[in-house]
């Protein structure tokens, strides 16, 4: 087995092992993973942090041995707080990296970082403050950052920075949590979730005060909710269907 590390700033995680394969997410400044498959331009990896699989580009991480990895493993979050940051790499050259960076391993990488670190813990209370920093962000389908994000991509990281663990796609993010009956029994910060018409959990969306909700559709924005879903204020329609409401944070 072996096992990487993200080096640069945001890296596509692809399908297939190929350009133009579709971006199911993306790994971020510091992630580190197992590599589960070689092949001479492409290696499939499994997150540590969510075990999410998908496609990677050779140079664009580098491998570290598994006891570095088991490590890792082992360390509390530092993560990346501002919106746009940068490192130093061992050529002295910048490195732009994303909110939700993950600053553990800066100096394994060789490189400098001379912001202040910041512990993630777990709290609720910021959570509403945390997702307002993504507000307007453009959505893309497998995005995880301000520069481009999708629905559940924006609830993991906004929960994450906060110190709390979500899966990756929305669906996966319904099975966990305790499910609510009513809108009135959640509070902000809960989790809201949108199926279609044959069933399948499609969306996600924050929960926020007085029937409002935070999502990413178009791009990172707040609509109103409702025993039937989510009322688009722009179109004064319903965009999404309600199917549940999770209380992931006890």
Same mark, same amino acid.
């Given at each position: 087995m072996q096992y990487g590390i993200c080096n640069l700033g945001i890296v596509p995680v692809r399908l297939e092992p190929s350009d133009t394969s579709e971006m199911v997410s993306q790994v971020l400044y510091g992630t580190h993973f197992k590599v589960l498959e070689q092949r001479k331009k492409w290696s499939r990896i499994r997150i540590a942090f969510d075990n999410y699989e998908g496609w990677v580009d050779n140079k664009q991480f580098s491998?570290?041995?598994?006891?570095?990895?088991?490590?890792?493993?082992?360390?509390?979050?530092?993560?990346?707080?501002?919106?746009?940051?940068?490192?130093?790499?061992?050529?002295?050259?910048? /490195?732009?990296?994303?909110?939700?960076?993950?600053? +553990?391993?800066?100096? %394994?990488? #060789?490189?400098?970082?001379?912001?202040?670190?910041?512990?993630?813990?777990?709290?609720?209370?910021? /959570?509403?403050?945390?997702?307002?920093?993504?507000? +307007?962000?453009?959505? %893309?389908? #497998?995005?995880m950052t301000p520069f481009g994000i999708d629905c559940s991509g924006f609830t993991q990281m906004v929960y994450r920075l906060n110190g709390f663990h979500l899966k990756r796609d929305a669906s996966q993010q319904a099975t966990q949590g305790e499910p609510l009956s009513f809108i009135e029994e959640s509070l902000p910060g809960d989790l809201a979730f949108f199926d279609n018409t044959e069933g399948q959990i499609i969306h996600v969306g924050i929960i926020m005060e007085d029937h409002h909700i935070i999502h990413a559709h178009g791009q990172v924005r707040i609509d109103r909710i409702d025993h039937s879903g989510i009322y688009n204020v722009d179109t004064n329609s319903h965009s999404h269907k309600l199917r549940v409401i999770k209380k992931i944070i006890s």
């Open positions: 491998f570290i041995e598994g006891d570095v990895y088991m490590g890792l493993k082992q360390q509390p979050d530092y993560l990346s707080h501002n919106l746009l940051d940068f490192v130093t790499n061992d050529k002295g050259r910048l /490195i732009p990296i994303p909110l939700g960076s993950v600053m +553990n391993h800066v100096q %394994l990488m #060789g490189h400098e970082y001379e912001g202040e670190l910041k512990k993630v813990s777990k709290d609720r209370e910021p /959570i509403l403050a945390t997702a307002l920093l993504y507000l +307007n962000s453009p959505y %893309l389908w #497998g995005g």
